[in-house]
């Protein structure tokens, strides 16, 4: 996997290293576009896989919503995306518990025993 990363990150190099190239040297036209918005588009998936491990490790649910959202949007799948999801679940039950205990205390449901 590591190897993999490390070859995904090379390709990007030099995709970006050429589109570079032929802005600087007036090349225009739908491939340099095309090459331009993909080299984009991975670095954000990149960047999205990051968050979503982040934001399980520690346990960031506002970063996991965002990377949720942004996993949909740059097409990114796999165990990264399924266990953010299943953090995302557990947060969401936690926070209806927590209301639910915080509605029985308000409204007196517990009674002290001292």
Do not use: W, Y
Request: proline share 1%.
């Amino acid at each position: 996997e590591a190897a993999l990363k490390q070859d995904i990150s090379k390709v990007l190099e030099e995709m970006s290293s050429l589109v570079a190239q032929c802005q600087e040297i007036g090349i225009e036209g739908p491939v340099v576009v095309k090459a331009t918005t993909a080299v984009r588009n991975a670095r954000e998936a990149i960047r999205c896989r990051q968050d979503l491990v982040s934001g399980v490790k520690d346990d960031d649910d506002e970063l996991l919503k965002d990377a949720v959202v942004r996993a949909a949007e740059f097409n990114v799948t796999g165990s990264e995306l399924d266990k953010a999801k299943a953090a995302l679940k557990r947060f969401e039950e936690q926070s209806k518990l927590m209301e639910a205990l915080a509605t029985a205390v308000a409204h007196g449901c517990f009674v002290g025993s001292g």
